[in-house]
């Protein structure tokens, strides 16, 4: 299947500061990247889809302040968390489709946020 | 919105035993996905159904896609220790969704005695 790619796997950071991740796709271009925060046990919960070159569509009850997102490229997209607290601790992954319109969506391994 | 609810929630079997869950929606979908989820890794695509009635296959694992576009099930047989993970069911675009848009269902734990 096709590669999606995050960094950092697993970030620390002291509260207030921001922290970004990336997410590549590694062998095909993705026009639309997604979001995703999944905590302990919990399912995924879409955050925002990232579209290339235009503004990023949040879900209701995601801060668009709080979580920038920046999909400058076709095989680039980044999430950026500004001045992070202890709540914003979680998991968060990243998806993409190499197939527009199937829903065929392949993840990226994941980033762990902890928040100091 | 869209709502699936994934049944059940957890599992415990022993090897060589055969596995089945399911995923029901109150709307209807136009693709069902399957995906695995091992701890501190990203959920892995397993099998991509996209008409109304399909069955599919790969390896040991087999899904269907309802007749209705409300259900999908997935079956894996003969489960080996490997199979350890996180089954979750998602569903893509129907009643007015986006094709791209995914609605998970809250997972399926598996567990495999040797």
């Known amino acids: 299947g096709a590669v999606v790619s995050q960094h950092p796997s697993w970030v620390i950071c002291k509260s207030g500061t921001s922290v970004k991740i990336e997410c590549r796709s590694l062998d095909f271009q993705a026009t639309t990247m997604f979001w995703y925060r999944q905590f302990p046990k919990q399912s995924l919960m879409l955050m925002a889809t990232?579209?290339?070159?235009?503004?990023?569509?949040?879900e209701q009850g995601v801060e668009k302040d709080k979580f920038l997102i920046n999909h400058a490229s076709l095989t680039l997209s980044t999430l950026t968390v500004t001045s992070a607290h202890p709540e914003d601790s979680s998991f968060y992954i990243c998806?993409?489709?190499?197939?527009?319109?199937?829903?065929?969506?392949?993840f990226g391994e994941g980033s762990r946020l902890t928040v100091l | 919105g869209q709502q699936l609810n994934q049944s059940p929630q957890s599992m415990f079997i022993q090897e060589g035993e055969d596995v089945s869950m399911n995923c029901t929606s109150s709307?209807?979908?136009?693709?069902w996905l399957w995906y695995k989820q091992d701890p501190g890794e990203g959920p892995v695509l397993l099998i991509a159904?996209?008409?109304?009635?399909e069955l599919t296959s790969n390896g040991r694992l087999t899904a269907q896609f309802g007749i209705t576009r409300k259900d999908s099930f997935l079956n894996i047989s003969a489960s080996i220790p490997s199979d350890v993970g996180i089954y979750f069911c998602?569903?893509?675009?129907?009643?007015?969704?986006?094709?791209?848009?995914?609605?998970f269902g809250k997972g399926t734990l598996l567990t495999v005695n040797p």
């Open positions: 709307s209807i979908f136009n693709t």
């Open positions: 159904l996209y008409k109304a009635g």
């Open positions: 998806s993409a489709s190499s197939r527009a319109g199937t829903g065929e969506l392949f």
């Open positions: 998602a569903g893509a675009g129907g009643s007015g969704g986006s094709n791209y848009k995914l609605t």
């Open positions: 990232s579209n290339e070159g235009s503004k990023a569509t949040y």
